[in-house]
């Protein structure tokens, strides 16, 4: 066009900014503007709002800021689109008090604010937690005469049901009713979870048949609001009626519904309900997660059927699932409660080996159970893990650690444990002294044995029955 000799002018260059701009081609959209000003065609306020907009829309918000600001200073006056994209944009970034200072440019310029923009700005207070000022604003725009719309009063209702203040959020409900402002499924799905979660039960269900008299149809997140609180609250059969009712309604439940009734149920010790909503869930094409087979798995192991909990890990692997450090914490805890401790060992590899490092709780059961069972060489390789991944031992740790040195008779390494414990800010106490004491009777070594019982006491660690007998017997064979 330009090669030819024709002009372009201001409605060409724009025409061409367009499609640009709604496919994200940015930086060509600012270079064909650019162009259009080093040909002397003055852009107008239609130029500068499709940039503007757009710079927004994909978060390049300084640049649009900087677009605003050549806007203002090339005399080009804003309407309320520029004002919107501006106010909205500094919104989402939570810097409110610019966003106020832009609401204010804008009604000096005598640019009336509308629906859109208030809006903006009460979502941005009560996103940020100041439902208070979003409230103020809300008065502002009525007096202003802008009338609010479930937009408006669904940013509100949220944030108030968010600061557990569901009287006034229903007040609320009860404005846009005045208004004519009819509510959406949005608006009851924030109302009922706020009512549960301040554990107003009778309050939520209500609303729940208010949402459904008013012809307004629950969706998945109405159901999983109240599926999930009555799971918590232990309420399970409450829970699986609403569950029917989603059914009924032709609501298909998510990944969400399945997890909290599974859950809810493996809580309720009905683990075999349970495995039968696993199997319903993989039928109806809903993918199970790791929290999924997780509840099952901590299900099973508190009912010592550690064979099924088995099974379960190996399903997962089958689905593609990736077992987390809750998975296999319950089952090595499962596996060495039901005295399964090579296989627990064995767990802790495949563990470790998947890069799962077993937190100090994991390693405390297991290294209690093999040191139980005597299995010491397998207590040594558990501690070698723990030195490998850095977790640190707690008194529980040294404790073990303690018994398990003297029961293989290496009593210097006992002592060493022993005298490491106040080191890493655990005093030693009576039991892992009576152990040392203990391991030094049997290794008759008795010099050790009435050094140490002296220690005790100068600690402040007062002999118990058990240990006086130990040292009397000691000194008499000695």
């Known amino acids: 066009m330009v090669n030819k000799g024709i002009s372009p002018d201001m409605y060409t260059l724009n025409a061409l900014i367009t499609p640009l701009c709604k496919d994200g081609k940015i930086q060509e959209a600012i ?40 806007m203002i200073g090339s005399e080009i006056s804003p309407d309320v689109r520029t004002f919107n994209s501006m106010i909205d944009v500094l919104c989402q970034e939570g810097k409110l008090s610019k966003a106020i200072a832009i609401l204010e440019l804008m009604t000096r310029s005598g640019v009336k604010p509308d629906v859109f923009t208030y809006s903006s700005l009460i979502h941005g207070f009560c996103h940020s937690g100041q439902w208070a000022e979003g409230t103020s604003m809300l008065d502002r725009m009525m007096n202003e005469g802008v009338h609010p719309d479930v937009v408006t009063f669904n940013s509100l209702i949220n944030a108030l049901c968010k600061e557990k203040r569901n009287k006034e959020a229903i007040t609320m409900l009860e404005l846009m009713s005045q208004r004519n402002v009819n509510p959406d499924t949005v608006t009851y799905n924030s109302l009922i979870h706020g009512l549960f979660n301040s554990g107003q039960w009778t309050e939520a269900t209500s609303m729940l048949d208010r949402m459904m008299n008013e012809g307004i149809h629950p969706n998945v997140v109405t159901f999983n609001s109240l599926i999930h609180a009555f799971c918590k609250e232990k309420r399970i059969e409450e829970a699986l009626a609403i569950s029917e009712l989603m059914s009924q309604r032709n609501v298909k439940p998510n990944i969400f519904t399945y997890n909290c009734l599974i859950h809810g149920l493996c809580n309720s010790g009905k683990w075999t309900e349970a495995t039968s909503k696993l199997d319903r869930m993989m039928n109806e094409g809903v993918h199970p997660d790791v929290v999924t087979f997780s509840s099952l798995i901590v299900a099973l192991c508190k009912e010592n059927r550690t064979d099924e909990a088995m099974t379960m890990l190996e399903l997962m692997s089958q689905r593609n699932v990736k077992p987390n450090i809750v998975t296999y914490s319950c089952l090595i805890h499962g596996l060495c409660k039901s005295g399964q401790c090579e296989e627990a060992t064995s767990l802790l590899s495949k563990m470790v080996t998947e890069h799962i490092v077993p937190d100090i709780g994991t390693f405390n059961i297991l290294l209690d159970a093999v040191s139980k069972q005597g299995a010491n060489d397998k207590g040594l390789e558990v501690l070698m893990v723990m030195d490998q991944h850095g977790v640190k031992p707690n008194g529980f740790t040294y404790r073990t650690m303690i018994r398990m040195y003297c029961a293989l008779g290496e009593m210097n390494k006992a002592k060493e444990v022993f005298d490491s414990m106040e080191t890493h800010g655990f005093a030693p106490d009576l039991m892992a002294c009576k152990m040392l004491i203990n391991g030094y009777a049997k290794s008759k070594r008795k010099d050790e044995t009435v050094k140490l019982a002296e220690e005790m006491l100068q600690k402040g660690l007062t002999l118990d029955v058990e240990t006086h007998s130990m040292l009397r017997g000691l000194l008499t064979r000695q």
Not at 41 to 54: H, S
Request: charged letters at 20%; a positive charge.
């Open 31 to 70: 270079s064909l503007f650019n162009l259009m000003t080093q040909k002397g065609i003055k852009p107008d306020v239609a130029t500068y709002n499709m940039l503007i907009r757009a710079l927004c829309k994909f978060g390049e918000w300084s640049l649009a800021t900087k677009f605003f600001t050549d």
